[in-house]
């Protein structure tokens, strides 16, 4: 089980194969990677994205225990970026390794719910209009929401 908070870029692949290179305990493999996006104005110039140290990663391993305790789960993998990210660039990943589909993802799900809405992180995007901090939208909320009756 692995949570790493980075500035650094990360090579999905190199890390996806990791993750499952040699892997015998289970049947089923998730992926995820978040990417920055500029949907809304289309002049996103970049994201910054701050943290507290230690505070962060210690409520992502909480998230991933949590998620442990949910599903039959034989490893489990957060990465999540911090500083300055361009439209593009890789800001997040989360993989899940369980004997059966279903569990993988659904924590895989869960995982980035929590990512989206609740993990502490604050993001601030900067246009040619200014800078505006990131609020979670109704959207993300509503799809965290459905994990509150689980486990």
């Known amino acids: 089980m692995t949570v790493r908070v980075q500035s650094a870029p990360f090579d999905f692949g190199a890390e996806a194969n990791a993750f499952a290179q040699g892997r ?27 943290h507290y ?15 442990r305790a949910r599903w039959d789960l034989r490893d489990c993998l957060i990465i999540h970026r911090h500083g300055d990210l361009e439209p593009g660039d890789m800001i997040m990943m989360v993989a899940t390794a369980s004997p059966h589909r279903a569990d993988a993802f659904a924590a895989a799900e869960f995982l980035m719910d929590y990512l989206k809405s609740r993990a502490p992180f604050w993001k601030k995007e900067l246009t040619a209009e200014g800078a505006q901090w990131v609020d979670s939208k109704p959207d993300d909320e509503a799809a965290l929401s459905r994990w509150a009756d689980d486990g």
């Open 53 to 67: 140290p230690g505070m962060t990663e210690r409520a992502l391993e909480q998230i991933e225990a949590d998620a």
């Open 24 to 50: 015998r305990d289970a049947g089923a493999i998730v992926t995820f990677t978040g990417i920055v996006r500029d949907l809304a104005t289309g002049d996103l110039s970049r994201m910054m994205i701050e």
